[in-house]
């Protein structure tokens, strides 16, 4: 429930901080029995069971998605026989449902390996989709192209790191250094994702079947977006609406079918929710509100403005850290630390994000509307370790990434 900035996880590596809380343990003290299963990846490399979880069931980093070893409530057990984890995750979730304490409210965490790269699908879904029909997106191919000609693509004005990393390990043109082609790779994607849309069915069956589906909400959501070639790039780490963006469906009695939110929800909103809908206390210390009328349809004061920060790896340094602001109709981007072109982009009228208006004469007093506020909500929120000085307007080139 809070900017990465503020939690200061930020990273893989980063250890949390001792003060940091997880939302479910608002749950157990609301009186909910708590199961995480999956991949954690996060605070550290261990696969210990982390606090708010009565029961727990994880793995080391990444893990792999075959004969994983799994740690469940602090043993681990070492799975063979092409054992494959989306499998398993769900085997352990369903068990866990079927043993759960009686009447007790329950919160399941399950947080699947797939669909994370490299992908690798169950034996029974290779080969699903060789015969599938790849949709390139329009910003996949630069100038000197063929499939380039006739594009509105405005390649000039793409950042320089961005068109470096089409050739690297996150990029169309030499893929985890030329170990698969784009084509195999998306093959492969949607070949691994078919385990967790079953892993999905498996679970909503039995919810149905045990009569708990009525008093039930589901969350399907994404930990991150996910690039398929666009701007010559594939995997997450930037500010681009395929990187940025998430899938969130949201299911359950009380939920009004087949509506749409329109307003600007965020990951920091997810905790928020879940606990008003536990009837659990609500925690001053989250950045984000919960949105649970909205999914009543109720109407309810929201922000219009969302602030999304990236922070450099050193095991990517080909991404560098980026801040980006976004309402429903413009981004801005600040690629912070490197000399190099900013972005921003008009999403009603480039929905594909092609034609970067950073040096429009027109949209100058825009550009700098949205990088001093980039500056105050990192200020504001405690992102920034000394104050914005009064005048970095004056000596301030918003259209590059000048050192003030």
């Known amino acids: 429930g809070q900017y990465t900035h503020h939690h200061k996880v930020i990273d893989n590596q980063s250890p949390v901080p001792e003060e940091a809380r997880f939302f479910p343990e608002y749950l ?44 469940i409530n602090g043993t681990e057990t070492v799975y063979k026989d092409s054992s494959y984890i989306t499998d398993l995750l769900t085997t352990q979730t369903l068990e866990f449902l079927d043993h759960r304490k009686e009447k007790k409210p329950f919160f399941i965490y399950l947080s699947h390996k797939a669909v994370h790269a490299e992908f690798m699908p169950p034996k029974r879904h290779k080969g699903v989709y060789d015969d599938i029909k790849v949709n390139y997106p329009p910003s996949m191919f630069p100038p000197n192209d063929p499939q380039h000609e006739g594009s509105p693509y405005n390649y000039a004005e793409l950042p320089d790191w961005v068109k470096a990393q089409r050739y690297s390990w996150h990029g169309v ?3 985890y250094h030329g170990a698969i082609k784009f084509e195999s790779f998306y093959q492969q994607y949607c070949e691994t994702l078919l385990g967790v849309d079953e892993s999905i069915q498996s679970i909503l069956d039995y919810l149905e079947q045990e009569g708990l589906l009525e ?19 594939i995997d997450k780490r930037h500010a681009y ?10 299911f359950g009695k009380g939920i009004t079918p087949g509506i749409k939110i329109e307003q600007l ?14 009837n659990a206390k609500k925690v001053e210390d989250m950045d984000g509100e919960s949105f649970t009328s909205l999914l009543h349809g ?32 413009y981004k801005f981007i600040r690629n912070h630390g490197i000399w190099d072109i900013n972005e921003l982009y008009d999403l ?12 429009s004469p027109k949209h100058q007093d825009m550009v700098k509307i949205f990088d001093e506020s980039l500056f105050r909500w990192l200020e504001n929120t405690g992102g920034m370790s000394m104050p914005l000085r009064k005048d970095e307007g004056k000596k301030f080139d918003h259209r590059y990434n000048n050192t003030w």
């Open 298 to 329: 109720e109407s309810k004061p929201w922000r219009d403005t969302i602030y999304y920060e990236y922070f450099w790896e050193r095991a990517f340094p080909q991404t560098p850290t980026i801040f980006a602001v976004r309402t429903s109709q």
């Open 265 to 278: 929800i965020q990951n920091i909103d997810i905790a928020p929710m879940i606990l008003e809908m536990a």
């Open 28 to 71: 157990q003290k609301a009186g909910y029995h708590t199961a995480f299963f999956g991949k954690w990846h996060m605070g550290n490399d261990d696969s210990a069971p982390q606090k708010g979880f009565d029961h727990w069931v994880s793995f080391k980093g990444q893990g792999v998605y075959y004969n994983p070893t799994l740690n």
């Open 173 to 175: 043109d030499y893929m």
């Open 348 to 359: 009603q009228a480039d929905p594909n994000e092609m034609n970067n208006l950073i040096r």
């Open 215 to 233: 008093n039930t909400i589901v969350i399907y959501m994404g930990d991150n977006g996910f690039s398929f070639g666009e701007h010559g790039l």
């Open 241 to 250: 609406e395929e990187s940025m963006r998430v899938p969130l469906l949201v």
